[in-house]
């Protein structure tokens, strides 16, 4: 038996744009307003759901943008991000976030995941230690 092994030179690769259901990388900016609501909105609600806090993003700054398509251009369209978030406790936090197409409300629209570092309490810390799974 051989060990997997990456992708062979000879193996062709199609482009998300060009597939069956193809993707059109169209998708929002980091600094985008739309996307950090949606940040701010879906972290307040699993603070108040989850953790029984009051806790909120009141700003972000710093941000930018830390890899775009990172896994080829024949996956999704993501573009991976961060930046500095204040909570409402007035801690600035770091925040990595990613905007990926189709992967929002019933593959509608565009979605997001982030990771507050230092507010991924669970205990199976979903995204590894100091978020690192929400980075590329």
């Not at 259901?21 to 900016?29: Q, V």
């Not at 991000?81 to 197409?101: K, L, M, P």
């Not at 565009?110 to 199976?124: E, I, P, T």
């Amino acid at each position: 038996m051989q060990p997997a092994s990456a992708r062979s030179a000879r193996e062709e690769i199609s482009p998300a744009e060009e597939q069956v259901f193809p993707y059109d990388a169209n998708i929002p900016g980091c600094q985008d307003t739309a996307v950090l609501e949606e940040i701010s909105s879906k972290f307040a609600e699993k603070e108040a759901k989850y953790w029984n806090t009051t806790l909120t993003i009141s700003s972000y700054d710093s941000i930018s943008r830390t890899a775009w398509r990172p896994y080829g251009v024949d996956f999704i369209p993501r573009r991976f991000c961060s930046a500095v978030a204040t909570t409402s406790d007035g801690v600035r936090r770091r925040i990595d976030y990613s905007v990926r197409e189709s992967l929002g409300f019933i593959s509608a629209t565009w979605g997001v995941d982030y990771c507050v570092h230092g507010l991924d309490r669970n205990l199976a810390y979903a995204y590894s230690t100091a978020c690192r799974m929400a980075r590329p």
